[in-house]
């Protein structure tokens, strides 16, 4: 599987720090930071979308809307639903004209346009899952399914790929195709309703578990495979690639976090790709000086298959899994001053939740718990 930013799919949110980050190490030989302050509330399940995996999130300002992904039975969703942040309560969508049922696909949000693209399909009357390359706009002013993105031009079918807004479109790399890792992409221009192919050259090869953020016109892609692990970076302006230092990279593993902050992105927890060890290390890679800088902290926090969200000045790290089995506790980590806080719950320990960060709250919503469930339940999680 990928790692998705989140989102694909992956949502994470620009941390407002401006400090030169350090490196800092807390010890590992007990648990004893502080318990952060601040306080869970459950929001309402009635009219919620069904429980899913492989979903996408995304934050609307005001709204954030769940799309897609694939029930308990495994059979794909084509429906999908916004819940209002001021009024508490979900709304449907209209399923008129939206696209083919799909999981594992990207969503991103241009202007007032949300556009679902790829993702993986089950062909009806064969029993056969193929990739997709094509998409849909939804106008998240007139609540409706507008216009298709068109497959002429589109990159070669995928599903887990990553994607991101530029300026004036969508840019789309990686992601599997048939279950084998694959690597290219394209950037969709929504003022001209053309694809373009990026350049090739020089772009990281094909990885089991890839993660991107985009910042500032610059595409930072990160994969690991077995035993290696390797990163470049895509300028979008010179449609140029170049590589990625590997000194002080995070160590091979799977099913980590990647968050972007104010000033890089912080690559953090996940499993050996043996899947005996947990990790609560990871590193932080700063846009200025285009290097890597190591991350350790407390053993008792490491985790997989977790959340991370970053927040006003802080990352919210929640759930996942480790050798003791799902967690629902989390710990809020600030990278300028390393400091830690940890974060306990009343939820239900599950892997595979999304979220993201309103502006004041930490949003958490879906999983997988312990017993194989998909959860349809959310939560919020308001730090001082």
């Not at 949110?13 to 800092?24: D, I, P, T, Y």
Request: glycine share 12%; net charge negative; with cysteine.
């Amino acid at each position: 599987m990928f790692n998705l930013l989140s989102v694909g799919i992956i949502t994470a949110a620009v941390l407002g720090c401006n400090e030169k980050s350090q490196r800092h190490d807390p010890p590992h030989s007990d648990d004893s930071n502080p318990e952060a302050a601040g306080y869970w509330l459950a929001f309402p399940n009635t009219n919620a979308p069904e429980a899913r995996s492989d979903f996408s999130i995304i934050d609307t300002d005001g709204n954030f809307f769940v799309w897609g992904g694939a029930d308990r039975n495994g059979d794909f969703l084509d429906s999908g639903g916004f819940f209002d942040l001021d009024d508490s309560e979900w709304t449907g969508m209209r399923e008129v004209s939206a696209p083919s049922a799909r999981a594992a696909h990207t969503a991103v949000l241009y202007e007032d346009l949300i556009v679902v693209w790829g993702g993986k399909h089950l062909i009806p009357d064969s029993n056969r899952i193929v990739s997709l390359n094509n998409g849909a706009l939804y106008n998240t002013s007139t609540k409706s399914w507008e216009s298709t993105v068109p497959e002429q031009g589109a990159p070669a079918a995928r599903s887990r790929h990553l994607a991101f807004a530029t300026s004036d479109g969508m840019l789309i790399w990686g992601g599997e195709d048939d279950g084998k890792p694959i690597t290219g992409g394209a950037v969709y221009n929504f003022k001209t309703f053309t694809w373009k192919e990026i350049n090739t050259t020089g772009q990281p090869a094909a990885g089991s578990f890839q993660t991107a953020v985009f910042h500032d016109g610059k595409l930072y892609v990160w994969h690991t495979g077995p035993q290696t692990s390797e990163g470049g970076i895509y300028d979008l302006a010179s449609d140029s690639w170049e590589a990625m230092v590997s000194a002080n990279a995070p160590s091979p593993r799977e099913n980590f976090t990647t968050t972007l902050l104010a000033g890089g992105f912080l690559i953090w927890g996940g499993i050996n790709q043996e899947g005996k060890g947990f990790f609560a290390d990871g590193a932080y890679f700063d846009f200025a000086s285009k290097t890597w800088e190591g991350v350790e902290l407390n053993k008792a926090y490491a985790r997989a298959d977790h959340v991370a969200i970053a927040g006003d000045h802080q990352v919210f790290f929640w759930g996942g899994r480790n050798a003791t089995g799902f967690l629902n506790s989390g710990i809020l980590y600030d990278h300028s001053t390393g400091s830690v806080q940890k974060v306990k719950s009343n939820n239900q320990g599950r892997i595979h939740a999304q979220g993201f960060w309103s502006g004041k709250t930490y949003f958490i919503w879906g999983g997988q718990a312990a017993t194989g469930a998909l959860l349809r339940e959310g939560h919020t999680f308001t730090a001082p």
